[in-house]
């Protein structure tokens, strides 16, 4: 009987991590997920544990293998994906990470950024690396964790230590870790879309920065190398052996990919965590001027990088988990869209999750959460509404400045992720935008742009017009504010934004 030949994706995500088979068409095979601990402990620190995160991985390949029937050797390439500034430092020999990995939401770095700021004008940061300085990326966690832990530092420079966003500690691992009993070890590697987050990567010789590494005190010999995006770069021993590692990606570069956005214009927004509305602008590295990141799209060794504009929001299904978990206002994420349908606007209240700072395109570490317009006619149907409505407000402040980056207005929006099963938040996201909003059949994106590139990588699929062809539109919601009212909001919104950015700055 001749064997079935699979795509493997593993997409470790802020809250879970998955793996997930894709056969020739693209179509989903099986999918084995688990959630991992958040760990809060204080505020404005948010940690993951990389051992546990690594051992839901060991967990969830063979059980993915399992339900799909196959065995490794039928599986031809793997897509690693990974939720991307979250840091981790671990020891070399012995692959334990030193302390909990610092994430993306993380805040605790505003010291150790002023502290950058008066030895390099952050706007040369900016034009090396393409982002502002901002807590979300992860040169400052890296030196955070140096800082607190001076034989970590010695460590460091003696090349005892690595450091790595998550793609770089799950690679390392599915290529043999420490190299225990005379194997070799683990690949300590990245690739150029995850290093495009550090703020070390100079985006025009995608090589980590030696100005910056000296200015910030971090040393080389603790970074990965930086790999193309697309290319096999070795293969897994554990949990399963053999598989060729075809491609390294960001998660929201893989979901650029996954919708197939491949020419420069073509753009996405994701609805996971966080919100992220990436536009694809080729192989030109364009700056924004309007408050967004510069970032690399995706890169096939042997090519020209892509690059992209993107526009970051914190707070999104994690908003909606926070309702859940820290205000009990829900049990399920579901439930969210049922309560906010129980009532017809929001009442008057409006919410900033402002719980890492604001990201794009205001970039104030400073602003702080906000919920406002609090009257006793409010219920948590009404707060639920705003829930969702911050969701939608934040979009369009990125799409804002997208389209005025480009020169042009988006005519419509394509979505994915996990939010954009609740057809209200799409339905509102297409009012405040003001343009269609359109969600294609494959809504988890992330996993399924990190098997295309592995796939590609080994010549699975022929080239990216077949992939194309993969693409199905499964919903499509049109515009149905007026503009009078569409205007009062966003006058509203903008007025809870200045209250978030104040309320940061208060005295004490």
């Avoid at 290319?231 to 929201?252: E, K, N, S, Y």
């Avoid at 400073?366 to 317009?373: F, M, N, T």
Wanted: overall charge negative; some cysteine; proline content about 4%.
């Amino acid at each position: 009987m001749t064997k079935q030949r699979l795509i493997a994706a593993l997409d470790q995500g802020t809250t879970s991590t998955r793996c997930m088979l894709f056969d020739r068409q693209g179509r989903m095979v099986s999918i084995a997920q688990r959630e991992h601990q958040q760990h809060y402990p204080q505020p404005g620190r948010v940690e993951h544990d990389a051992a546990e995160i690594w051992s839901i991985v060991r967990r969830i390949v063979p059980q993915a293998l399992n339900d799909a029937g196959v065995s490794a050797d039928e599986v031809v390439a793997l897509g690693v994906t990974n939720q991307r500034e979250t840091s981790v430092l671990w020891n070399r020999h012995t692959g334990t990470p030193m302390g909990r990995a610092i994430v993306w939401q993380d805040t605790r770095t505003t010291d150790v950024l002023a502290d950058f700021a008066t030895r390099i004008d952050p706007a040369r940061v900016l034009s090396r690396t393409g982002l502002p300085m901002a807590n979300y990326f992860s040169a400052a966690k890296l030196r955070w964790m140096l800082d607190r832990n001076p034989a970590a530092a010695d460590a460091a420079e003696a090349g005892d230590l690595l450091f790595g966003t998550m793609d770089s500690w799950i690679t390392w691992n599915l290529s043999g870790g420490p190299g225990r009993g005379g194997a070799e070890p683990g690949l300590h590697i990245t690739d150029v879309t995850n290093a495009s987050r550090t703020m070390l990567m100079n985006l025009d010789t995608l090589d980590w920065d030696d100005e910056l590494l000296a200015v910030m005190g971090i040393p080389r010999a603790v970074l990965p190398e930086i790999q193309p995006t697309i290319g096999i770069v070795g293969r897994t021993v554990d949990p399963v052996a053999g598989i060729a590692i075809g491609a390294l990606i960001g998660d929201q570069q893989a979901s650029l990919f996954g919708q197939t956005a491949f020419e420069a214009g073509e753009a996405k927004c994701t609805f996971g965590t966080g919100s992220f509305l990436l536009l694809n602008t080729g192989t030109e590295l364009v700056r924004s001027t309007h408050g967004l990141i510069t970032t690399v799209a995706h890169k096939v060794d042997g090519e020209p990088a892509v690059y992209a504009l993107e526009g970051s929001i914190a707070q999104a299904g994690g908003l909606v988990q926070w309702c859940r978990d820290n205000l009990g206002l829900i049990r399920s994420p579901a439930e969210i869209e049922t309560l906010a349908r129980s009532v017809p606007d929001n009442g008057g209240c409006y919410l900033v999750p402002a719980f890492s700072g604001l990201f794009a395109p205001y970039w104030d570490n400073d602003a702080q959460g906000v919920l406002v317009g609090l009257t006793s006619f409010v219920t948590k149907a009404h707060i639920a509404r705003a829930v969702l409505e911050a969701t939608a407000w934040q979009t369009h402040d990125v799409v804002d400045a997208m389209n005025a980056d480009a020169g042009v207005a988006a005519r419509s929006l394509s979505v994915d992720g996990g939010m954009t099963s609740d057809n209200l938040l799409m339905q509102t996201i297409a009012d405040v935008l003001d343009i269609p909003v359109v969600r294609p059949m494959m809504a988890e994106t992330v996993a399924l742009g990190a098997a295309y590139a592995a796939g590609l990588a080994v010549g699975y699929w022929a080239d990216r017009q077949v992939l194309r062809g993969f693409w199905r539109k499964a919903g499509e919601w049109h515009p149905a504010m007026s503009a009078a009212r569409r205007d009062a909001e966003r006058a509203r919104w903008r007025h809870a934004i200045a209250v978030a950015r104040m309320w940061g700055r208060r005295p004490g």
